[in-house]
C-alpha cells in the first residue's frame, strides 16, 4: 500500500520561495501520476499541479503558471512542487494525489492523498 507524506511546508514572507516535497512509499511510484492540491480555510480543495509518470507531462493551474514548478524523481520515489514568488493568496494546506493516470483537475478523481503541509504566507 502506498502511503504519502508531505513536507517543506512553513511561515514566509510575500515573494519568497519554498519547496515542497512528497514521499510515497511502495514499489511502484514510477507507475502513478502525481499531482499536488491545496486548499484555503473555507474554501474547496483546488488542483495546483501534477505531472504525469511517462512521459513526462506536467499540468498546471492558470493561477500558478511560471510560478510553480512539479517534478518528480522516480529513483527517490518523491514529487516536488518548487513554489517562486509567493503570494499571500497561496496560503492553504497543500496535498500529495496520486492515481494511476492524470485525473484532472477536480480532487475528487484523485484516489490516494497524503495529511498535507502548511504554507502560510504573510503579506
Known amino acids: 500500500q502506498v502511503q504519502l507524506v508531505e513536507s517543506g511546508g512553513g511561515l514566509v514572507q510575500a515573494g519568497d520561495s519554498l519547496r515542497l516535497s512528497c514521499a510515497a512509499s511502495?514499489?511502484?511510484?514510477?507507475?502513478?501520476?502525481m499531482a499536488w492540491f491545496r486548499q484555503a480555510p473555507g474554501k474547496e480543495r483546488e488542483f495546483v499541479a501534477a505531472?504525469?509518470?511517462?512521459?513526462?507531462?506536467?499540468y498546471y493551474a492558470d493561477s500558478v503558471k511560471g510560478r510553480f514548478t512539479i517534478s518528480r524523481d522516480n529513483a527517490r520515489n518523491t514529487v516536488s512542487l518548487q513554489i517562486d514568488s509567493l503570494k499571500h493568496e497561496d496560503t492553504g494546506l497543500y496535498y500529495c494525489?496520486?492515481?494511476?493516470?492524470?485525473?484532472?483537475?477536480?480532487?475528487?478523481?484523485?484516489?490516494?492523498w497524503g495529511q498535507g503541509t502548511q504554507v502560510t504566507v504573510s503579506s
Open positions: 494525489a496520486r492515481d494511476q493516470g492524470y485525473r484532472g483537475s477536480n480532487y475528487r478523481n484523485w484516489g490516494y
Open positions: 511502495g514499489r511502484t511510484f514510477s507507475s502513478y501520476a
Open positions: 505531472i504525469t509518470w511517462s512521459p513526462y507531462t506536467t
